[in-house]
């Protein structure tokens, strides 16, 4: 059973103190252009695709911690992004505003915080990565 409306798009809508703000950097960290602009809500759109991340301003919005702690603000998601050269991402990424993580729990995933908190993961896309649509349990 499909539940998918007739245009397909799907997307997760992120929580942020300024919409704008997060938006804008997501949209260069990925490079995708921004679809929608209010006030109060942003998309950013993967081109060619009906895929989409858009961005809420939340005036009560609590910043998750990482890595996570009883009793605090959990995160509920997290992005996760390949790229060529982890380094040099991780310095585009610091450049436009987000910080590294000082919980790194891999070698070769590096965990850094959006200008809004949320976690986000960069990691080196090789084909190997490739999702297959298999359980690999």
Known sequence: MAIRGRTGWWGVVLEAPDARVLAHFYAEVL????????????????????????????????????????GQQQMMLHLDVGVAGLDAAVADAVALGATVASFQPQDDVRVLLDPSGHPFCLYLDTDDDAPTGEDSA
């Open 31 to 70: 490079g995708w252009p921004v679809v929608t602009e209010e006030p109060n809500w942003v998309t950013i759109a993967a081109p060619g695709t009906t895929s989409y991340v858009s961005f809420n301003t939340s005036a009560g919005y609590v910043p998750p911690v990482w890595p996570n702690a009883d």
